[in-house]
Each structure stands twice: as C-alpha cells, then as structure tokens.
C-alpha cells in the first residue's frame, strides 16, 4: 500500500533519530570488529587455539541476538529511552573489563553478559524496529540507513583497531575504545527516546497495521524467516570474521586484511543505500533474494581466489552482494506482521541471524584449526547460502499461493 505525503507520518525529526540510530549502532558494533581486529593476537598471547576468540564473537552475536527479543519487549512497552541508555553503559563498560581479563571464562562471559546480551542487544533489532515506527512511504530506506551502521562501523573501525594493537597492544586499544563508547552513545541515547508519531491511518489492510494477512500461517511463516536468516549469516560470516586473520596467513599482514575488511564494509555501506531504495519498491522478501543470490556467486568465489589484488576485488564484490539483506528481513517482518509486534518478532529474528553469524564465526575458526586453512570454511558457508536460498524461494511460492507477497 503506497501512502499519500499528506497522510504520512514522517517528519524531519524522524531523519534526526534515523542519524543518531546509525551512530549508536556504529560505535556498538565497533566492538564486534575489535574482536575479528584482535584475534590472532588474544590468541598468541594465551596461547589459544583461534577457536576460543572466534567463540568470544560468536557469544557477542549470540547475547546480542538473545538480548534483542528482551529489548525488542522493553521497547514495545515503553519506549527507546532506557533501552538505549543501558546499551550505551553496557557497551563500554564490555570493553574495559574485556581489557583487563586473564582466563578464557572472563572473556566469554564477559562477551556474551554484557557486550552482547546487555549492550549488543539494545542496539541493532530495536533502533531498526524503532526506526520503521517514525517513517511509513520510506521505511526500506530509514532501515537500510540505520543497519548501515553496521558498515561504517567495518570501514572505520579495523584499520583504527589495528594502528591501536601495533602501537599499544590489544589492551589499551580495548580500554580506550569503551571509553569512547560511553561518552560517544550517552548523549545520542538522549535522540532516540523520544516516542514516534501515531500513524494516522493504517499502513496496510492487515490486522494491527500489518500490509500482507498471515493469519493463518504466523508461526510457519515466522519460523521460515528465522532459518533463512540464518542461512545467509552463517555464509556471511565467514569473510566477514576471518578475512584479515586469512590475509594474515596467506603472507599479506593483518593490515591488508583491515584494509581489505574496511573496503568489504564500506561497499556494503552503499550497497544497503541501494537495496533500501529497492526494497521500497519490491517488498523485502524480493530483496533477500536477490542479495543472497549475489552473495552465494562471491562467497564461492573466495574458495578459489588467494592473490592480494584479486582479494580486494573479490571483498569489494561481496561488500555490495550481502549489505542489502538483513535490512530487508526488517522490512519484511515490517509487512508480515501488526506493527504491536514489531519489536519482538523482529528481534526473535535477528536472534536467529545472530545465531548464524554465531555459528559462522565459530565453525570457520574450527574448520581451521582442523584444517590449517579456510577453503573449507567458505565451502560451509555456500552450503549455508544455498539452504537459504531454497528457504526464500518457498516463502516467495506461499507468497504467490496465498497473495503474501504482492507489494
């Protein structure tokens, strides 16, 4: 359903919150490339197996993926305003103690407690979920601007963690980074607290606001979206954790993998402006499946390709093939579901793609260390893809049988 300007929701102050959203999740997810950043050097240092950092990453994803339903609750009910202040507090305060820690067990509860579960899962489900509340004619673009801080966070971030660890060692750069992470995400929690407009008229003939009826299928239909998601980051996960530990091992050094992670990232930056635009004017289900398609083409890729200048091609081409999708599943749920149940339903689904970057992350790690290189972690990752692409079709098939998906 296309609203009219005149009936619209949407104000200049809900552009305000979408900016302030994208840098709080910038300089949260910040602390998700700290750890790819500093993988190899947490490792040598206790003299770990890379599987135990790489499972650091995977219960940041998975606390943050479990928080977000807990959030997405707390957000329904009252608002962004406590949700983000605890994230602002949490995600530094995660950093500083990870700075000062001695044994394995401090590490991972301390990434799973509080950077992912309390500080992680304030951030990305509900400030996107938050997002879509303010905007009505250009959600796909307000979401797609608010994930990408995920991307900013990738192109800013690893180069200025790995001048940190060259200069101080891992750390200092973890201290000073939750340092600014406090004083970075305090005052912006103080934009997004403010309560969205209350549509003035419906924004499609479903129940409670939603545009497509699923009543007879929700569960069905919310269970599909959560294995795709986790299909397509399990895949997505692979490059996307251990890309600059690979181009440490192939003889390139960890700041050609940085760089390389930077270029993937702010690639997928533009690419998510892209696919908002797009989504817009396809619905969100069609857009997973043109961005998982093109992502199984160049993670497939990576099984093959080990040249330095071929890398930043390839990194480059996956960078814009992924960073439209999971802001599409946003929408998706967006037009799936009554808009009083955003929140959760939108946070049980990104619990599911932080599962599969979870166990992304993990299984590449272990692969490795069973095998000494990568090509069968990306052989993984493509089975991953494939199952994900063959979930979307269905979708896209109920879609047709039952008008679902006709935007």
């Known amino acids: 359903m296309t609203v009219r300007a005149e009936e619209s929701i949407e104000t200049p102050f809900g552009w305000v919150v979408v900016v302030a959203s994208t840098l709080l999740v910038a300089t949260a997810i910040g602390s998700t490339y700290l750890i790819i950043v500093s993988l190899k050097p947490i490792a040598a240092e206790f003299d770990w197996p890379r599987s135990i950092p790489s499972l650091a990453y995977s219960l940041v994803m998975l606390g943050a993926g479990i928080g977000g339903i807990v959030m997405g609750f707390w957000s329904d009910r009252h608002g962004m305003g406590g949700v983000s202040l605890l994230g602002a507090i949490m995600i530094g305060?995660?950093?500083?103690?990870?700075?000062?820690?001695?044994?394995?067990?401090?590490l991972l509860v301390t990434c799973a407690l509080i950077l992912g579960f309390l500080g992680g899962g304030t951030v990305l489900s509900p400030l996107?979920?938050?997002?879509?509340?303010?905007?009505?004619?250009?959600?796909?673009?307000?979401?797609?601007?608010?994930a990408s801080g995920q991307a900013i966070a990738g192109a800013v971030w690893p180069n200025i963690f790995q001048i940190g660890i060259e200069a101080a060692g891992w750390r200092e750069t973890w201290f000073w980074f939750g340092v600014f992470a406090i004083c970075a995400m305090l005052p912006l929690s103080l934009v997004v607290r403010r309560s969205p407009p209350t549509p003035i008229l419906p924004t499609g003939g479903g129940l409670g606001g939603a545009i497509y009826d699923i009543s007879s299928s929700p569960k069905l239909v919310l269970v599909l979206l959560g294995l795709a998601i986790i299909g397509c980051c399990?895949?997505?996960?692979?490059?996307?954790?251990h890309l600059v530990a690979m181009c440490s091992d192939l003889g390139f050094g960890a700041v050609n993998g940085a760089r390389m992670l930077s270029f993937l990232l702010a690639c997928s930056f533009a690419s998510r402006l892209g696919f908002g635009w797009l989504s817009d004017r396809i619905g969100g289900l069609k857009t997973i499946?043109?961005?998982?398609?093109?992502?199984?083409?160049?993670?497939?890729?990576?099984?093959?390709?080990?040249?330095?200048?071929?890398?930043?091609?390839?990194?480059?081409?996956?960078?814009?093939?992924?960073?439209?999708?999971?802001?599409?599943?946003?929408?998706?749920?967006?037009?799936?579901?009554?808009?009083?149940?955003?929140?959760?339903?939108?946070?049980?689904i990104f619990l599911c793609g932080m599962s599969g970057m979870a166990l992304g992350g993990w299984l590449g790690g272990w692969i490795f260390d069973l095998t000494g290189?990568?090509?069968?972690?990306?052989?993984?990752?493509?089975?991953?893809?494939?199952?994900?692409?063959?979930?979307?079709?269905?979708?896209?098939?109920?879609?047709?049988?039952?008008?679902?998906?006709?935007?």
């Open 234 to 241: 399990v895949a997505m996960a692979m490059p996307a954790v």
């Open 93 to 106: 305060t995660g950093a500083i103690l990870v700075s000062y820690t001695t044994h394995y067990w401090g």
């Open 373 to 407: 290189h990568y090509q069968y972690a990306f052989v993984t990752g493509v089975i991953f893809n494939l199952a994900n692409l063959s979930i979307i079709c269905w979708l896209l098939w109920m879609a047709g049988m039952r008008g679902l998906g006709q935007h």
């Open 289 to 348: 499946l043109i961005g998982s398609t093109l992502q199984v083409i160049t993670l497939s890729t990576y099984i093959w390709v080990d040249g330095l200048f071929s890398l930043y091609v390839l990194s480059g081409a996956f960078g814009l093939a992924y960073g439209g999708i999971v802001p599409a599943y946003t929408l998706a749920v967006r037009e799936l579901f009554p808009a009083r149940e955003a929140g959760w339903r939108i946070g049980v």
């Open 128 to 146: 996107m979920t938050n997002a879509t509340r303010w905007f009505d004619r250009r959600r796909g673009l307000a979401i797609s601007l608010v």
